[in-house]
């Protein structure tokens, strides 16, 4: 006998992976050149130079029984203080070392910050579609209930009578994820300083905090001299959830952190309870080597000119071509309306008639539209071009 929750969760098809599993398949049918893969967010462009070149100091000239030990469960001092800098510098704000936890990217972040602000089974985190999946069973597998506030299909900001509608007595929280997975959206300080002034009003109304969760991990992938608002820095109340995985391209080395600032009502008990909820999940200790390698690279940022030329190679592409999309500012995913309103069928017929894969968006809460991660070869989106045409024509 197994726990029939995790069994389900471990059994369900995931879209995504079905997707990219076709087209690896497709490939040796019809030629690699002929499937046009936009299914999966895996970083297309290389770490920053600086990140290999500290991993190889690291492993040359560091003691090798440090490198390859046990770090501290929230991370190493070192490492906690370069971040603790970057992001005082850059936000105007105090944060110090003990401010952070790190952990093994965001999911697990995310993971222990739900765990340590779930108090019983009628606590309610708040999900604003179209959202990042795993948001739901991150919550519901802790005994919470995920309340998904409707998407604002217009602009994609958030729909601020629906939050309001929706705050009860048991909101513990509010995750929100800019720039956004699956629109490529960023949050305007408009749409945070509205979210900040309407949820201190209903924590005081409430007698207790409703945090924001901001999940970070697109924070530096924005294009255009778009500015991403630092969430602690207009609502205090915020814990942020960060990952090194899509901003350094460094999804395979687990490497992340929260910080919970010390201004925030009740930081200290949520710092130990996400720490103690890190424990649980058995994420303490992330990986030493690249712990050493975020403290010399903190401050690094990538070069995001290829995502930028396939943002706007595809987006003014596909608006010539007639499809709604809505405006991809950050991150590297660009979310298309489907000319009849159903991304699952959309879905299905590009893979079938085209090998053209997109992801639907049920999943993200906003079936109407569908993914497609940029992250991939300029020389795929132009040979791709000619099947989003036929796609629309077909729908004329
Ligand atoms: N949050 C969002 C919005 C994501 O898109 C992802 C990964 O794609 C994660 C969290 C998880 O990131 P990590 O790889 O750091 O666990």
Known sequence: ???????????????????????????????????????????????????????????????????????????????????????????????????????????????????????????????????????????????????????DT?????????????????????????PNNPSGVVYTEETLTALAELLSRKGEQYGHPIYIIADEPYRELVYGGVRVPFIPTIYKNTIVCYSYSKS????????????????????????????????????????????MTIERCAAERPDLAAYDENRILLYNSLTEMGYECAKPDGAFYLFVKAPDGNSEAFSEKAKLEHNLLVVPGGGFGCPEFFRLSYCVANDMIKRSLPAFKAMIESYK
Do not use: W
């Open 1 to 151: 006998m197994v726990n029939q929750e995790y069994y389900k969760l471990g059994t369900a098809p995931s879209v995504i992976r079905q997707l990219f599993a076709y087209g690896l398949e497709q490939a040796k049918k019809v030629g690699a050149e002929n499937v046009y893969d936009y299914s999966i967010g895996n970083p297309s462009i290389p770490a920053p130079k600086k990140v290999n070149e500290s991993i190889k100091a690291i492993v040359d000239e560091c003691d090798s029984v440090k490198v390859h030990g046990y770090s501290m469960a929230a991370g190493f001092e070192g490492a906690r203080n370069a971040v603790a800098k970057d992001l005082s510098e850059r936000f105007g704000l105090d944060v110090k070392a003990g401010e952070l936890f790190f952990t093994c990217g965001a999911a697990p972040a995310l993971v222990s910050v739900i765990k340590a602000l779930t108090v019983s089974p009628e606590t309610e985190i708040m999900l604003v579609a179209p959202f990042f999946p795993e948001y739901t069973p991150f919550v519901t597998s802790n005994g919470g209930k995920a309340v998904v506030i409707p998407a």
């Open 154 to 178: 217009k602009a994609f900001q958030i729909d601020l009578e629906k939050v309001e509608a929706n705050i009860t007595a048991n909101t513990q929280a509010i995750i929100i994820n800019s």
């Open 248 to 291: 350094l391209s460094l999804p395979g080395e687990r490497i992340g952190y929260v910080y919970v600032p010390a201004f925030a009502e009740d930081s200290k008990a949520v710092y130990a309870a996400v720490s103690g909820a890190a424990r649980i999940i058995g994420h303490v200790c992330p990986p030493t080597l690249i712990q």
